[in-house]
Nanobody
């Protein structure tokens, strides 16, 4: 079993940047694809981006393309989500999760989840 913990969230203004971290423990992190999702109040959990063990982004949502990037440091068992040019509509709780197969876009295809970190973007 793996444990995931997100960090780096906060309150920022529109146009600012944030970098989220996803720290993994429990077993080898580098073998697995890591996904990032977000969930705004009253909305379904939404796919953001996924990164393969090799460090290649495997899929990214159109809503964040060109603004968000992902990376990972397998030696540190940590994945990152760099968010630039933030908009108020990016406000949500952001989660990282371990991919288990199937479509990258469905949260049902991720087995382990972190507790999430809140990102709030003011206008």
């Amino acid at each position: 079993q793996v444990q995931l913990v997100e960090s780096g969230g906060g309150l920022v203004q529109a146009g600012d940047s944030l970098r989220l971290s996803c720290a993994a423990s429990g077993r080898t992190f580098s073998y697995y694809t890591t996904g990032w999702f977000r969930q705004a109040p009253g909305k379904e959990r939404e796919f953001v981006v996924a990164i393969a063990w090799s460090g290649t982004a495997t899929a990214i949502a159109d809503s964040v393309k060109g603004r968000f990037t992902t990376s990972r440091d397998n030696a540190k068992n940590t994945a990152y989500l760099q968010m630039n040019s933030l908009k108020p509509e990016d406000t949500a709780v952001y989660y990282c999760a371990e991919y288990s197969g199937g479509s990258y876009y469905s949260p049902r295809n991720y087995k382990y989840w972190g507790p999430g970190t809140q990102v709030t973007v003011s206008s």
